[in-house]
């Protein structure tokens, strides 16, 4: 039985069904993003061991194929496996085994990549300064007050799946429940109207008594992103502290008092601080004549860091990123400015651990490639001189 296992795992037939599956994943995943957007695409297709199928208006889901981690672990399984069994310790093997390696390289590369890169984006206008990133994706609910003895403020983040079971939410350091009561995946809050919005306000405190809040259906273009917003009771020993709207797009946090502590709150794009400041100084949006196209995108910016004692300025642009820190500073858009706002850039900000092993498994495939190929080419040489 073993054996036989041994067979199969070690099998070429079983590289070229991974293979196969993986043409035909990509051409179906990328066929999929037309109607499910790039991100939902790359979590159902790509980021996933089966691709799961829910019928529509039902709550089940069966897997329909291996999704992107399950035929990318057969394959460097099956690669690791066929590699020890056949490995013979020859000169003449060195370049199969260089090659090898590298194709093992990228494979756990992408791997890690894909579990431990993180992308975000910190924007900010002329003048003002940042000390923490925010996701294009992903939203947090944030519970703040002054933390004992000191002057920065004790944060506690809920994740935004909490929000979504439509469940109560406890925290340890909370001293009142969150229960969710409605939670909408994208929406427009907006002000009430006096005469036009007739209905009960969405919350009994805070600012969702002045909102209205319009479900959306979910975004899934990139330029898009989704604005949820969710209605939440808090809910104290004492009983309930009333019903409370949080959303992105209110813009600031509400202020609930409990005992001798005034307890501020918000849902928000989540947030991942840096131990280093960075402010914008200078923006510079350049065209084409005569046209909208884009010509330069530039961001002049001073880094403060007091744990290295450095303050320095450095430009970012097109093609040339920022590396500090191990985050990546890219420009990405920029809005110019108007009759009441500053012009605002935006940098993508991306953590990536393992960024640099596509190029050092891209070298070693074609080092083995060159060396295999230089055996070959002296062996043949050799036989011409005796012949």
């Known amino acids: 039985m073993l054996d036989r296992f041994i067979k199969i795992i070690t099998s070429l037939r079983l590289t070229v069904i991974c293979l196969s599956c993986a043409l035909v994943l990509v051409f179906f995943g990328t066929l999929a993003q037309v109607n499910e957007g790039l991100y939902l695409a790359q979590n159902r297709w790509f980021r996933s061991f089966f691709v799961l199928w829910e019928p529509e208006g039902g709550s089940w889901r069966v897997p329909i194929f291996p999704g992107g ?20 310790l020859s000169w003449k093997k060195l370049g199969i085994h260089i090659t090898h390696a590298g194709i093992i390289l990228l494979l756990v590369g992408q791997l890690t990549t894909d579990l431990l890169s993180k992308e975000t984006q910190m924007r ?63 929406s427009i809050v907006r002000p009430r109207g006096p005469m036009v919005d007739t ?6 405190k805070g600012l969702g008594t002045q909102r209205v809040v319009q479900p959306l ?16 009771e808090l809910i104290a020993p004492q009983g309930s502290l009333g019903t409370w709207l949080v959303s992105p797009w209110l813009g600031e946090t509400q202020e609930l008092k409990l005992g001798n502590k005034t307890w501020r ?26 046209t909208e196209k884009p010509k330069n995108f530039q961001s002049r910016i001073r880094v403060e860091n007091p744990a290295r004692h450095e303050n320095r300025e450095v430009d970012i642009y097109m093609n040339n990123p920022l590396r500090y820190e191990g985050l990546t500073f890219y420009q990405y858009q920029m809005v110019d400015a108007s009759p009441s706002t500053l012009p605002t850039s935006i940098l993508q900000v991306v953590k990536n651990p393992s960024w640099l092993t596509p190029y050092v498994g891209c070298g070693l495939v074609a080092a083995g490639l060159l060396v295999q190929f230089m055996f070959h080419l002296a062996g043949f040489i050799k036989k011409r001189r005796f012949a």
Not at 129 to 144: C, D, G, H, I, P
Not at 220 to 225: A, G, L, V
């Open 69 to 88: 981690y399950l035929i990318g672990t057969v394959l460097l399984v099956n690669l690791l496996a066929a590699h020890l069994k056949r490995f013979q």
């Open 199 to 204: 209905d009960p306000p969405p919350a009994s």
């Open 217 to 232: 259906s979910e975004a899934k273009s990139m330029d898009e992103r989704n604005m949820p917003a969710a209605i939440i």
């Open 265 to 290: 709150f918000a849902f928000r794009f989540e947030r991942v601080y840096t131990p280093f400041s960075v402010q914008l100084l200078k923006t510079t949006h350049e065209v084409y004549r005569g």
């Open 124 to 186: 900010f206008v002329e003048g003002e300064t940042r000390n923490y990133t925010e996701s294009a994706q992903k939203n947090e609910l944030v519970f703040m007050t002054d933390a004992a003895n000191t002057a920065e403020d004790e944060i506690i983040s809920l994740p935004e799946s909490l929000l979504k079971s439509e469940t109560e939410i406890q925290q340890d350091k909370l001293p009142f429940r969150a229960r969710v009561k409605k939670y909408y995946i994208n």
